[in-house]
C-alpha cells in the first residue's frame, strides 16, 4: 500500500494477504496468528513486487485503463465512471438514514470527508497493494471499518476470497462499489466490476508462468543470494536494462554483459533493477551476488554460496574460489546470474591475482559485471556487450529527486536547479534528497547550502542509506 493516498471509488486493491474474520452483528475479529492465512507463494510474491515497482507500475496502471476503455465502448455494460457529485464519503460516525432508500432518495445531507482527487475532474483509477479483510457478511458501519484498518492495516472489505485463498495459491483483485459503511451505492457496482476485470487482464499481462520443476532433484537448490531488495524508487534506465535483457537472455548460451562509468552514475542500481526483474520473470532462476572490489570481500560472497548450497568439498583440497567456480561449471545444472559487482582493479582480474580465472563459465550461466574500469569491461566481455553508464537524463534526474523527496513536494525549478547542479548523478541525488529530507530543509535551503565548495564537500560526504548501497 502507498504511503499516502486518498480513498475514492476509483481505487482498486489487490491482495498481499488475507485476514479471515468473522463479524456477526458486531464484527468481533479473530486476533490470533493460528487463524490468520498466510502470505502468497514465492511467485505471487514475486508478482507483487514487480507490480509495485515504480516503472512496472505505471506499465500496469496504463494497461488496465486501456482494457477499462474498451469495456466501457459497450454501453449496455454501464461501466463508466458516477459523476463526482455521487462519489460521496461521509464521516465515519454519520449513518444512513433509511435502509431502503439510497441516499439521494432519503435525504442523507451529513459532512463529507474533503478529497482533493474529487476536484481533480476526471479521475482514472488507480491501484493500491495491501491487506484485504474477509468477513461472512457486508461491512456496514463507518466506524467499525475505522476500526479495525488502524487495528489490521487492511485497505478493504470483502466476502468471497478467504475461502479460495486457503485452497489455491492466488492474488485478489478488487474494485471498491462502496467506502465498506452504511451508505452503499448501486450506481458504481457495474464500473467496480469493469475496473477489476480490466485489472485482472493487466495482471495476466505481466505474469510469467514459472518454469516447471525438473526431475534431477535440484528443485530446492534455486537460491536468490542478493543483499538489497528491490529500490521501489528505481527510475528510467529503460535503454539499458532492454540491452541486458538481450544479452543475458536464457536463451543463449554463457551471455556475459558489463556495465561501467566512472563513480555515481547508478551501475549498481541498474545492475539490481535487472535483477529483480528477471528473478520475477524466471522464479526458477538462481542468482548470485558477488562483491569483488577486492580478494577477500570476493572470497566472503563464495563463501556464502558454498555455505547456503551446501557445496561438498569432497576430497580435494580446492579454495572456495575454485571450488564454487567447477561447482557452477560441472555439477549445478540449473540456470543461474552472477552479479559480480564493483571490479574495479585491472591488476587484481587480469594481472598477478588473475582473479578472473574463477568466474565460471558455462552454457547455463550468464555473467553481469560492474566496473569503474573501462578496461575491465573490454576484457570481460571480450569486446562485445560492455555498456556505458551515462548521467541520467535532466527528465530522469527530476522524476528520481521527486520520488525521494516524496511529500515535500519541491518547486520544479528548484528540481532542475539541483539536478543540474548535481551533474545529474543518480547517488549524489539520492544522497541529497535524503539529507535534505533528514535535516527537514526545503530543496531551496539546500541550493544556498551548496553555494560554496566547502559546504558542498561537506554535503556530500553526508553518510545515508538507500537500497542497493552497501554499508560502510
Request: proline share 4%; hydrophobic share 40%; glycine share 6%.
Amino acid at each position: 500500500m502507498r504511503s499516502f493516498w486518498e480513498m475514492s471509488l476509483s481505487v482498486k486493491a489487490l491482495s498481499s494477504t488475507i485476514w479471515d474474520g468473522q463479524y456477526p452483528g458486531s464484527f468481533e475479529y479473530k486476533d490470533t496468528n493460528e487463524e490468520a492465512f498466510g502470505r502468497p507463494n514465492v511467485e505471487i510474491r514475486s508478482l507483487l513486487s514487480k507490480l509495485n515497482g515504480l516503472r512496472v507500475r505505471r506499465a500496469f496502471e496504463s494497461d488496465m485503463r486501456c482494457f477499462l476503455s474498451l469495456l466501457q465502448e459497450d454501453l449496455e455494460l454501464a461501466a463508466h465512471y458516477p459523476e463526482p457529485g455521487k462519489d460521496r464519503l461521509y464521516e465515519a460516525t454519520y449513518r444512513h438514514v433509511d435502509k431502503d432508500m439510497p441516499c439521494d432518495k432519503c435525504g442523507c445531507n451529513g459532512k463529507l470527508v474533503p478529497r482533493e482527487r474529487l476536484e481533480q475532474g476526471a479521475l482514472e483509477p488507480r491501484v493500491h497493494f495491501g491487506r484485504i479483510a474477509s468477513g461472512d457478511t457486508v461491512m456496514k458501519s463507518g466506524e467499525d471499518r475505522d476500526h479495525i484498518t488502524r487495528k489490521l492495516g487492511v485497505i478493504a472489505f470483502e466476502m468471497e476470497s478467504a475461502g479460495v485463498w486457503d485452497r489455491l495459491p492466488c492474488l485478489v483483485a478488487k474494485g471498491a462499489c462502496d467506502y465498506a459503511d452504511s451508505h452503499k451505492a448501486k450506481a458504481t457496482q457495474n464500473y467496480a466490476a469493469a475496473t477489476a476485470a480490466a485489472c485482472t487482464k493487466a495482471i495476466l499481462r505481466h505474469w510469467v508462468v514459472p518454469t516447471s520443476h525438473d526431475s534431477t532433484g535440484e528443485g530446492n537448490l534455486t537460491r536468490f543470494l542478493v543483499p538489497f531488495p528491490p529500490n521501489e524508487d528505481f527510475v528510467g534506465r529503460q535503454d539499458i536494462l532492454k540491452s541486458l535483457h538481450q544479452e543475458l537472455s536464457l536463451k543463449k548460451s554463457h551471455g556475459v554483459a558489463a556495465l561501467f562509468d566512472l563513480g555515481g552514475a547508478g551501475k549498481t542500481q541498474i545492475a539490481l533493477a535487472y535483477v529483480h526483474e528477471t528473478r520475477a520473470q524466471n522464479p526458477g532462476l538462481s542468482v548470485f551476488w558477488v562483491y569483488a572490489s577486492n580478494e577477500e570481500r570476493m572470497r566472503q560472497s563464495y563463501a556464502m554460496i558454498i555455505q547456503q548450497f551446501e557445496i561438498p568439498r569432497g576430497e580435494n583440497d580446492l579454495s572456495d574460489l575454485e571450488l564454487v567456480k567447477r561447482w557452477l561449471e560441472a555439477e549445478f545444472h540449473r540456470p543461474w546470474l552472477m552479479v559480480v559487482d564493483n571490479v574495479d582493479n585491472l591488476d587484481l582480474f587480469y594481472g598477478t591475482s588473475s582473479l578472473s580465472q574463477y568466474l565460471p563459465t558455462c552454457t547455463q550461466g550468464q555473467l553481469l559485471i560492474t566496473t569503474r574500469n573501462r578496461q575491465v569491461a573490454i576484457r570481460a566481455t571480450k569486446g562485445r556487450c560492455f555498456i556505458e553508464v551515462p548521467r541520467m537524463a535532466e527528465s530522469e534526474a527530476q522524476e528520481l529527486l521527486s520520488v525521494h523527496l516524496g511529500f515535500l513536494r519541491p518547486d520544479v525549478a528548484d528540481l532542475s536547479t539541483l539536478a543540474l547542479k548535481l551533474e545529474y548523478l543518480s547517488l549524489i541525488l539520492v544522497q541529497a534528497a535524503s539529507f535534505i529530507k533528514e535535516n527537514s530543509i526545503s530543496t531551496s535551503e539546500y541550493l544556498n547550502l551548496l553555494e560554496t565548495d566547502e559546504n558542498l564537500i561537506q554535503l556530500l560526504d553526508e553518510d545515508f542509506e538507500t537500497d542497493g548501497r552497501y554499508p560502510d
